[in-house]
């Protein structure tokens, strides 16, 4: 901490020169290499060490404990000399949900830290903290991360929770997991030697397993090769006659959210109930009590996506028009920004999921939500395709040095007599090589920041104060809202989620004698509401980049002045004072 | 205030009248507090949870130990769920003290009596509205108008019942919605159209508007329907089903119970929903498709026997139809598997034929419409020629008159409302229609005891039969086996088979995999059918010389069951000490 210290002390001489500025060399007051990935004690380290240096923006909060203890924490960034952090419309911002799924949390990482680097420098993003909140939770499954980073795993193992759980329901938990046979660090693929093998090693580069031709050969007979898939590395270990088919933990958090949470019969690792693992159950509690939060962003990994629900083809239709075209206003931005993604609904361009937390989000909640699949291959050759196995081998030889495979070698095994086992390690797949981390978090932290940028922003575009009458007066309220998202979503009123929005006009000596929405905002009527004028509660807001206009009728003298307050969960608050007098 | 001052002066001169008609939750729970004081080496109360408020929700175990009462199968009753049932509670306690007497069923079972699941809805304001009386005291903003319980139902006629207020002729900002019931003029219909009927009157829950919205008596006491807030078929948008699935303090105590006592292989839930008179139907799927609405079509056949058992046991012939969405006993049943029966415990009865052709008598009107309302005299409808639209309450109507001293209806009486102005206040007294008279609590005790020692006779038991082992030459042993469900009840629902929430027998051969030539070391029997359900096994084992061999069936609920093969000599479980 002492050289943390000594850093920031550094750094800040040459924070003012302005020079850095233009070149967009932001520096930080904590020194973090964005090229390597971090465990779960280093992430908590850098979290810690973050808040720390920018006080004067972050806090740092515990809300939960995950299965096997580890603190789930949540940084606040919010500029307190612009409000509370609960008066302003908040992005929450999270990832790893799926413990191998790790550079998501490198990700919130990187856009704590670039945020607190831009405040004060960067216009548009210190314009952004002045005007919102961000709450960013970098590991929702620290459990999972740990294990990933600590133990023998592959590039999709380790998805799960680790509270031990019965997968095979033999009444013991945990206990044929897999083994890492070869010693590599990492549990790679393991194939059994087989002379009706359906693979062989390829000839000319006997790392790579080829398919054997299934059509037999012109003179009839039939083509057999060496070896056949048996699965990941390891052994039976509970004698069932399975191998590995009761690992660590069991379960998938992203299916355990009350939003068409369904069962396990139906949904794979969903868990007993919604709600039921300790991460997602604190979460959920955490996001309740924050209904200020008018965007979400949750990182996993891969594929270079950009996903929003539904999860289920039947719940295509409570997504309503009105939202999907601001979803895909701000998805499409994203397609630009982050080369190789593809703007993607769950159900139809993915597969169903039942039980998602951004589904959860977004229609429960009636929050506008995404998920990122980050890192892509099309990235590898950067010409829009695939790499094909030769050419993923060849960019494995050339650019990683081999750093991500094992040699394949033969060995004895308890089951299969003998296994061939190597190829890719943990590192081979799903994430980014480290010399790419960097720009794969930015374009993505850009994103999130673009899609932060739509929360609602409203003003008073114009009130205007008519007499009409002896002692009465109109006063027409036309209120904009300068961003994409509405101050309430179609799903939020539609379901009438959370509190409506309240336009409210009070004053001493004034009486509000009625009011209500104008339907047309040049029309010369308006639709007065039969109960408390005074206080409006308008379910359905004020609609993204559009404007809503209401009309008071009030008693008063010329003197009297009015304020007009307008006020919702997810914006912040705007008031004004005027006197009755045509001209304000 | 005044008002209030006054209905409370009211009511205490009243009290005979409007009497529960049954022991309070909290007497009962007293009373059961005894009976375990008294019977502590057979039963013991160990407190699962705390309701919103922090009332305890506490278990009954009754077995041969309670310390090991975790040891053997059980069969679970829930109670007291809904407050607008609080007799179901001293039904759960009669029906301790009934099974505490059967000592030869809970030598081999333990029974887990949960008699107040929802302490709180038995508690608050002293007087409900039937439409609202089974919540929990977990408040909601139902107008989300950022005040809590602000506009609760009230008495404000004073009559010692919360009901309904009807307003004839209401203005242009109320539009009639319906009318009087030509059949019965103390009920209300909507109008049927093709009989050129008109709507004369709206219908509001008896109140004032206290927050002054226009919207009378919306905002009342507590909120959360513990019963309909778990997760099969929850209700997302209803406010009263809670944030999210098993969000309540209620709700987590029984599921958390439910999911940390595998042993439990049979369940029964007093409360809103029957499924015992009626067995439900088991055509419907949920939106998945892959789970029932409410039962598996190859478990109906099930529910029919049970449902005939209970009929038998408790004479009740009617139930109330009711929306189960989010209630225990569907989570229990659709996503544990546990085989659940849902009882209201009692059902209208037969009111006693009219007597002969009394003339129409007119609905009374008291002058005063502060005065106390004396039980009124049975009352004839005034248009006798139509039967009325609502048959259902038609009947517990002509209950009330004829065997009920007209107890269970309000009579409607004008009354001049802050802001409604003329209105009449009256209908169905809250209770009537979902809780027993006292006189019945006893007896529904018994019939819940026995359906429960029912269920605990007709539990799963597995047993090894035809068990042969013979040498092959070689060294090796064919044996084979039988493994039998002794018991009428399957050892899985076919919910709990294809949710794979029920546990599988699980059959172990003791020796090593390498020496097991044909068949499985570990083989999981998903489930045996009931009354004789039977799998066969056949292993071809390298049997080392005097080597005995253990072949287990081990089913988490129940005893396990061993074999031990040693040559060709085979001993059964029974001559194997436990």
């Not at chain 2, 809904?82 to 306690?93: E, T």
């Not at chain 2, 778990?230 to 098993?246: C, I, M, N, V």
């Given at each position: 901490m002492k050289h943390m210290h000594l850093i920031a002390g550094l750094l800040s001489i040459t924070i003012h020169t302005g020079t850095a500025w233009s070149q967009q060399q932001l520096p930080g007051k904590v020194d973090i290499a964005w090229n390597r990935f971090y465990d779960d004690t280093e992430v908590l380290r850098i979290a810690q060490s973050l808040v720390a240096a920018y006080p004067n923006l972050l806090t740092i909060e515990e809300i939960g404990k995950s299965a096997l203890g580890r603190p789930l924490i949540v940084v606040t960034l919010n500029n307190p000399h612009t409000g509370a952090a609960n008066t302003k419309p908040a992005m929450w911002i999270d990832g790893n949900i799926h413990g191998n799924e790790i550079q998501a949390t490198e990700t919130v990482l990187y856009s704590i830290d670039y945020l607190c680097r831009a405040f004060g420098k960067v216009a548009p993003l210190t314009e952004l903290i002045d005007q919102s909140v961000f709450y960013f939770l970098p590991s929702v499954n620290p459990d999972g991360r740990a294990n990933w980073f600590a133990a023998q795993n592959n590039s999709h193992s380790s998805r799960t929770g680790m509270r031990p759980t019965d997968e095979d329901r033999d009444g013991a938990l945990d206990e044929d997991g897999p083994e890492d046979l070869d010693g590599d660090g990492s549990i790679g693929q393991m194939w059994r030697k087989d002379p009706l093998g359906t693979h062989r090693r390829n000839l000319r580069d006997p790392r790579i397993l080829e398919s054997v031709p299934t059509e037999p050969r012109p003179d009839g007979t039939i083509e057999h090769g060496d070896w056949s898939h048996a699965g990941s590395e390891g052994i039976d270990n509970d004698g069932d006659g399975q191998v590995n088919e009761d690992g660590p933990g069991g379960y998938d958090m992203n299916r355990n959210w009350p939003s068409d949470w369904q069962p396990v019969h139906v949904e794979g690792g969903a868990g007993d109930y919604p709600l039921s693992y300790p991460e997602t159950r604190s979460i959920a509690l955490w996001i309740l009590a924050h209904p200020n939060i008018a965007a979400g962003q949750s990182y996993h990994n891969a594929g270079g996506m950009i996903l929003r629900g539904p999860g289920a083809d039947y719940r295509e239709s409570e997504y309503h028009a009105g939202d999907r075209n601001t979803y895909d206003s701000i998805a499409s931005a994203g397609e630009e920004m982050l080369p190789y993604y593809r703007s993607m609904v769950i159900y139809k361009d993915l597969y169903t999921v039942h039980g998602g937390f951004v589904n959860w989000l977004a229609e429960s909640l009636g929050i506008i939500s995404f998920t990122n699949e980050l890192w892509s291959d099309k990235r590898i050759l950067q010409n829009g395709n695939d790499p094909s196995p030769e050419e993923m081998t060849r960019w494995r030889d050339r650019l990683l040095f081999e750093q991500t495979t094992t040699e394949w070698k033969e060995l004895p095994h308890p089951e299969f007599t003998t296994v061939l086992v190597g190829g890719g390690n943990k590192w081979s797949r799903r994430i980014p090589p480290p010399f790419m981390l960097e720009e794969e978090a930015h374009r993505n932290f850009a994103f999130t920041a673009f899609h932060a940028q739509q929360m609602p922003l409203v003003r008073f575009h114009s009130i205007a104060i008519e007499p009409c009458g002896e002692g009465l007066w109109t006063i027409t309220i036309d209120i904009a809202n300068d961003h994409r998202i509405p101050t309430r979503t179609v799903r939020a009123s539609d379901k009438r989620i959370g509190m409506a929005d309240r336009l409210t006009v009070s004053g001493v000596d004034l009486t509000v004698l009625s009011g209500g929405p104008m339907p047309q905002r040049l029309g010369t009527t308006f639709e007065p509401v039969r109960f408390n004028p005074e206080s409006l509660m308008i379910e359905s807001g004020i609609p993204g980049l559009g404007h809503r206009t209401f009309r008071f009728i009030v008693q008063g003298t010329p003197r009297s002045s009015a304020t007009i307050k307008f006020s919702g969960e997810k914006f912040k608050t705007i008031e004004k004072t005027i006197t009755l007098s045509p001209k304000p | 205030m005044i008002n209030t001052l006054l209905c409370s002066l009211v009511l205490a001169t009243t009290q005979s009248v409007t009497a529960p008609t049954s022991v309070t939750p909290e007497a009962a729970m007293t009373q059961l507090r005894q009976l375990v004081a008294k019977s502590a080496a057979h039963a013991s109360i160990v407190t699962i949870g705390r309701s919103w408020t922090g009332r305890p929700i506490e278990v009954v175990a009754i077995g041969a130990d309670p310390s090991k009462?975790?040891?053997?199968?059980?069969?679970?009753?829930?109670?007291?769920?809904?407050?607008?049932?609080?007799?179901?509670?001293?039904?759960?306690?009669?029906?301790?003290?009934?099974?505490?007497?059967?000592?030869?069923?809970?030598?081999?079972?333990?029974?887990?009596?949960?008699?107040?699941?929802?302490p709180d809805a038995f508690a608050g304001p002293s007087l409900k509205w039937e439409g609202r009386a089974n919540r929990s005291a977990h408040p909601i903003d139902e107008d989300r108008d950022g005040r809590i319980d602000e506009d609760q139902p009230r008495d404000i006629n004073c009559d010692g019942a919360i009901t309904m207020m009807r307003r004839l002729s209401p203005p242009a900002s109320d539009p009639p919605t319906h009318m009087i019931d030509p059949g019965d003029g103390r009920l209300m219909r909507i109008p049927d159209a093709t009989k050129d009927q008109r709507a004369t009157h709206s219908l509001f829950v008896e109140g004032t508007d206290s927050d002054l919205d226009g919207s009378i008596a919306e905002d009342?006491?507590?909120?959360?329907?513990?019963?309909?807030?778990?997760?099969?078929?929850?209700?997302?948008?209803?406010?009263?089903?809670?944030?999210?699935?098993?969000?309540?303090?209620?709700?987590?105590?029984?599921?958390?119970?439910?999911?940390?006592?595998?042993?439990?292989?049979?369940?029964?839930?007093?409360?809103?929903?029957?499924?015992l008179v009626k067995t439900p139907d088991s055509n419907g799927r949920d939106i998945t498709g892959k789970t029932p609405l409410a039962l598996d079509g190859a478990d109906q056949s099930t529910w029919q026997e049970m449902g005939k058992k209970w009929r038998e046991l408790s004479a009740q012939a009617r139930s109330t139809e009711c929306d189960p969405s989010g209630s225990l006993a569907l989570w229990l049943y659709a996503h544990r598997g546990i085989p659940t029966f849902s009882t209201q415990a009692w059902g209208r009865p037969d009111a006693s034929p009219p007597p002969a052709a009394a003339p129409p008598a007119p609905q009374p009107v008291p002058s005063d419409p502060a005065a106390p309302t004396a039980p009124p005299a049975p009352i004839a409808p005034i248009f006798p020629l139509e039967k009325p639209a609502d048959e259902e309450a038609a009947a517990w109507l002509?209950?009330?008159?004829?065997?009920?001293?007209?107890?269970?209806?309000?009579?409607?009486?004008?009354?001049?409302?802050?802001?409604?102005?003329?209105?009449?206040?009256?209908?169905?007294?809250?209770?009537?229609?979902?809780?027993?008279?006292?006189?019945?609590?006893?007896?529904?005790?018994?019939?819940?005891?026995?359906?429960?020692?029912?269920?605990?006779?007709?539990?799963?038991?597995?047993?090894?039969?035809?068990?042969?082992?013979?040498?092959?030459?070689?060294?090796?042993?064919?044996?084979?086996?039988?493994?039998?469900?002794?018991?009428?009840?399957?050892?899985?629902?076919?919910?709990?088979?294809?949710?794979?929430?029920?546990?599988?027998?699980?059959?172990?051969?003791?020796?090593?995999?390498?020496?097991?030539?044909?068949?499985?070391?570990?083989?999981?029997?998903?489930?045996?059918?009931?009354?004789?359900?039977?799998?066969?096994?056949?292993?071809?084992?390298?049997?080392?010389?005097?080597?005995?061999?253990?072949?287990?069936?081990r089913w988490e609920p129940g005893e396990t069951q061993r074999l031990i093969i040693t040559g060709t000599t085979v001993t059964l479980p029974a001559e194997i000490a436990r």
């Open positions: - | 009462s975790d040891t053997f199968p059980a069969i679970l009753l829930v109670s007291g769920l809904d407050g607008s049932r609080p007799g179901s509670v001293s039904i759960a306690v009669a029906a301790v003290e009934h099974l505490l007497s059967t000592p030869e069923l809970w030598r081999a079972c333990t029974f887990y009596v949960i008699p107040c699941a929802n009342d006491f507590g909120g959360i329907d513990i019963d309909r807030n778990f997760p099969h078929r929850w209700s997302e948008f209803d406010r009263t089903a809670g944030a999210f699935p098993l969000s309540e303090p209620e709700s987590q105590a029984l599921a958390q119970f439910v999911l940390t006592h595998s042993r439990i292989v049979g369940a029964l839930v007093i409360g809103r929903w029957d499924n002509a209950w009330s008159d004829r065997d009920q001293s007209g107890r269970g209806f309000v009579p409607w009486v004008p009354f001049d409302h802050p802001t409604l102005g003329r209105v009449e206040i009256g209908g169905f007294r809250s209770g009537f229609r979902t809780d027993p008279p006292a006189s019945e609590i006893a007896r529904l005790g018994i019939a819940v005891s026995n359906f429960m020692s029912e269920l605990a006779k007709r539990r799963p038991r597995i047993a090894w039969e035809s068990v042969t082992a013979k040498a092959v030459g070689g060294g090796v042993i064919e044996v084979e086996a039988a493994l039998v469900n002794q018991g009428w009840l399957p050892t899985a629902t076919a919910m709990g088979k294809s949710n794979r929430q029920s546990p599988p027998v699980i059959v172990t051969v003791s020796v090593p995999k390498a020496r097991i030539l044909a068949g499985q070391r570990v083989t999981l029997v998903d489930a045996l059918a009931g009354a004789g359900g039977r799998r066969s096994f056949r292993w071809l084992v390298t049997a080392l010389q005097s080597e005995p061999i253990t072949i287990e069936a």
